[in-house]
C-alpha cells in the first residue's frame, strides 16, 4: 500500500481503530454495569447476584474463543476489507439483540452471539493496519487497532457507564450498537482494498493448530492476562463496597484504568517491534507487581485510582506483544494466529471473571479476585519463560522474532 499518503493512511487507520472503540464498548462496559444489570435481571444486588451476572462477561468471552478460529478458517481466502465489513454488520446485530433481550438467559445467548466476530475481527483489521504500517511496525499496526480498545476504555466505557446507571444499561448497549454503524460506513468509505491470501485455505489456517509452540503461547495469554480481568470485571464493586466511594466514582475508576491501557498499548507497540521475548517477560512481570499493588491497597482512594491505572497499563503493554508472538509461530496463516491470540485473550476474560465471581461467592470478600489475578499472572510469567526456552533449545517451530 505504499501508494497512498500519509493523510489517507491514517485517515483508514483511524477508521480500523474505530472498530476498536466499538469492541472495547461493548466488551467493557459490563464490568462497570454489573451491580446494574444484576439488579434489572436478577432483582437484586447482593454479592451472589452481581457474581451471577458476571456471566454476561464470560458468556461474551466465550463466544470470542468459539468464533474466532471458526471465521478465520472459513474467510483464509477473503479480502480483509469485505471481511471486516461483514463482520462489523455482526456487531451492530449482536449488540442490539442484547439492548433489547428481555430475560436474563437470552441477555447471555445474545452476548455469545455478539462476540463471535470479535477475534476474527481484531485478526482481519490488525493485519490491515500492520499492512498499511509496512514492513517492521507490525506491531505497531495492531497497537492501532487496540489503540481502539484502550480509547474505548479511556473514554467511551466511563461514558457508558454513566450512562447505563442513569438510563439503564440497555441505553448503553443501544448506543453501542450506533456506533458499530458509524465504523461500518467509516471503514466502507476509507480503508483502501487489500488482495486476498491467494494461498489461503481453510486448511492451511487449522494446520498451524497442529503446532505446539501455538497452543503453549495461546496458553500463556489465556492464563496470564485472566489476572488482568479478574481485576477489571469486579471494579464496581471493589469501588462502592470495598473503598467506599458512591457509584458515581465508578468511572472515573474506569477512566484511571483507561488512561493505563492507552499508555500502555503504545509503549507495547513500539517495544515489540524492538525485542518481542524482552516485552514479553518484562511486561508479565509488571502485572504482577501491579496487581499485588491493588491487592493491597484499593482499599485506599489513592490506592484503588493508582492500583487501576498500573493494571491497566501493565496488561495492554503485554497486548501487541502477544498478538505478534502468536503470529511469529503461526507462519503461514497470520489471521488465524492473530484470531487463536483473541480467543486466547478472551480466555482470559472468561477465567477472570468466572474464579473472580467464585472466590466472591464463596465469601472471601471483593479484593479476592486480584489475589486470584495475581497468582495466574505467576503462572503466565512461566509459561512465557518456557516458550522462550523451547526456542532457545531448538525445539520450537520457528525462533522467537527478534
Keep these: 500500500m505504499e501508494h497512498?499518503?500519509?493523510?489517507?493512511?491514517?485517515?483508514?487507520?483511524?477508521?480500523?481503530?474505530?472498530?476498536?472503540?466499538?469492541?472495547?464498548?461493548t466488551e467493557f462496559v459490563a464490568m462497570g454495569l454489573l451491580p446494574d444489570i444484576a439488579r434489572d435481571l436478577l432483582g437484586g444486588t447482593s454479592p451472589d447476584e452481581v457474581a451471577d451476572a458476571g456471566w454476561t462477561i464470560t458468556a461474551y468471552a466465550l463466544g470470542v474463543v468459539a468464533g474466532a478460529p471458526l471465521i478465520a478458517a472459513l474467510t483464509a481466502r477473503w479480502r480483509r476489507k469485505r471481511l471486516v465489513?461483514?463482520?462489523?454488520?455482526?456487531?451492530?446485530?449482536?449488540?442490539?439483540?442484547?439492548?433489547?433481550?428481555?430475560?436474563?438467559?437470552?441477555?447471555?445467548?445474545?452476548?455469545?452471539?455478539?462476540?463471535?466476530?470479535?477475534?476474527?475481527?481484531?485478526?482481519?483489521?490488525?493485519?490491515?493496519?500492520?499492512?498499511?504500517?509496512?514492513?517492521?511496525?507490525?506491531?505497531?499496526?495492531?497497537?492501532?487497532?487496540?489503540?481502539?480498545?484502550?480509547?474505548?476504555?479511556?473514554?467511551?466505557?466511563?461514558?457508558?457507564?454513566?450512562?447505563?446507571?442513569?438510563?439503564?444499561?440497555?441505553?448503553s448497549y443501544a448506543?453501542?450498537?450506533?456506533?458499530?454503524?458509524?465504523?461500518l460506513i467509516a471503514v466502507a468509505a476509507v480503508v483502501p482494498e487489500a488482495p486476498a491470501v491467494e494461498s489461503?485455505?481453510?486448511?492451511?489456517?487449522?494446520?498451524?493448530?497442529?503446532?505446539?509452540?501455538?497452543?503453549?503461547?495461546?496458553?500463556?495469554?489465556?492464563?496470564?492476562?485472566?489476572?488482568?480481568?479478574?481485576?477489571?470485571?469486579?471494579?464496581?464493586?471493589?469501588?462502592?463496597?470495598?473503598?467506599?466511594?458512591?457509584?458515581?466514582?465508578?468511572?472515573?475508576?474506569?477512566?484511571?484504568?483507561g488512561l493505563g491501557m492507552t499508555v500502555g498499548n503504545a509503549l507495547g507497540g513500539w517495544f515489540a517491534d524492538r525485542d518481542?521475548?524482552?516485552?514479553?517477560?518484562?511486561?508479565?512481570?509488571?502485572?504482577?507487581?501491579?496487581?499485588?499493588?491493588f491487592?493491597?491497597?484499593?482499599?485506599?482512594?489513592?490506592?484503588?485510582?493508582?492500583?487501576?491505572?498500573?493494571?491497566?497499563?501493565?496488561?495492554?503493554?503485554?497486548g501487541p506483544a502477544l498478538q505478534a508472538r502468536l503470529i511469529t509461530v503461526a507462519p503461514g496463516a497470520q489471521l488465524m494466529g492473530a484470531a487463536v491470540n483473541q480467543s486466547a485473550m478472551n480466555v482470559a476474560?472468561?477465567?477472570?471473571?468466572?474464579?473472580?465471581?467464585?472466590v466472591i461467592a464463596r465469601g472471601f470478600g471483593y479484593l479476592s479476585p486480584a489475589w486470584a489475578g495475581l497468582a495466574l499472572s505467576i503462572l503466565g510469567l512461566g509459561l512465557a519463560a518456557t516458550s522462550f526456552a523451547l526456542d532457545r533449545q531448538g525445539r520450537s517451530v520457528i525462533p522467537a522474532r527478534r
Excluded: C, D
Excluded at 12 to 23: F, H, K, R, S, T
Excluded at 134 to 155: C, I, M, P, Q
Excluded at 279 to 287: D, R
Design 295 to 318: 491487592a493491597l491497597f484499593a482499599h485506599t482512594p489513592a490506592g484503588l485510582f493508582v492500583g487501576a491505572f498500573l493494571v491497566g497499563g501493565t496488561s495492554l503493554f503485554l
Design 85 to 171: 465489513l461483514i463482520l462489523l454488520v455482526l456487531f451492530a446485530a449482536g449488540t442490539v439483540a442484547s439492548a433489547v433481550a428481555p430475560t436474563f438467559s437470552l441477555v447471555l445467548v445474545a452476548r455469545f452471539v455478539a462476540a463471535l466476530p470479535h477475534g476474527a475481527y481484531f485478526g482481519a483489521a490488525g493485519l490491515l493496519a500492520a499492512s498499511l504500517m509496512g514492513k517492521g511496525k507490525e506491531a505497531r499496526g495492531y497497537a492501532v487497532v487496540l489503540g481502539g480498545l484502550t480509547l474505548a476504555n479511556l473514554v467511551g466505557v466511563p461514558a457508558m457507564t454513566s450512562l447505563g446507571q442513569n438510563a439503564g444499561w440497555r441505553v
Design 200 to 257: 489461503g485455505s481453510a486448511r492451511a489456517e487449522l494446520r498451524i493448530l497442529a503446532r505446539p509452540q501455538v497452543w503453549l503461547v495461546a496458553a500463556t495469554a489465556s492464563i496470564g492476562f485472566a489476572g488482568f480481568f479478574a481485576v477489571n470485571s469486579y471494579i464496581a464493586p471493589v469501588t462502592t463496597e470495598v473503598a467506599g466511594f458512591a457509584a458515581g466514582t465508578v468511572p472515573w475508576v474506569l477512566v484511571a484504568f
Design 4 to 25: 497512498l499518503t500519509p493523510r489517507h493512511r491514517w485517515t483508514a487507520l483511524i477508521a480500523l481503530a474505530l472498530g476498536g472503540v466499538a469492541i472495547g464498548l
Design 175 to 183: 448506543v453501542i450498537a450506533v456506533v458499530f454503524v458509524l465504523t
Design 276 to 293: 518481542l521475548r524482552r516485552a514479553l517477560l518484562l511486561g508479565f512481570s509488571s502485572v504482577i507487581v501491579a496487581i499485588l499493588f
Design 349 to 358: 476474560n472468561s477465567i477472570g471473571a468466572a474464579l473472580g465471581g467464585l
